[in-house]
């Protein structure tokens, strides 16, 4: 079976709420913005959110948010893995 594995570099995603192309533009809405770290008594500020790819499972290998992320954040490779052994991608 294979399966995507999607990489986000944050260093060149440094302002996931401002941009959100890849929240936008997904069709399978495999995307997900969180705070980095959560504060006792008051919110996360917006520069410390992250984009995550927690719903992989749905990517259908189309790219497209490959080719919209303006920072080229964005890598996908395709790993070939025995059946069963789906756990563990993406952080
Ligand atoms: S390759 Fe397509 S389906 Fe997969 S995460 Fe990117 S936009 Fe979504
Ligand atoms: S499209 Fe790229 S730069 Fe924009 S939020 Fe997504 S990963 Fe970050």
């Known amino acids: 079976m294979i399966i995507p594995v999607i990489n986000i ?11 959100a192309v890849c929240l936008r533009q997904c069709p399978q809405a495999v995307f997900k913005a969180k705070p980095a770290k959560v ?3 008051r919110e996360t500020p917006e520069n410390e959110y992250i984009i995550t790819a927690p719903y992989w499972p749905a990517c259908t290998g189309c790219r497209e948010c490959v080719q919209r992320c303006p920072t080229g954040a964005i890598t996908i490779e395709y790993r070939e893995i025995p059946e069963g052994k789906e756990e563990g991608n993406n952080g």
Do not use: M, N
């Not at 570099?9 to 941009?19: A, I, N």
């Open 39 to 41: 504060y006792k008594f």
């Open 9 to 19: 570099d944050r260093k060149k995603c440094t302002s996931p709420l401002d941009c």
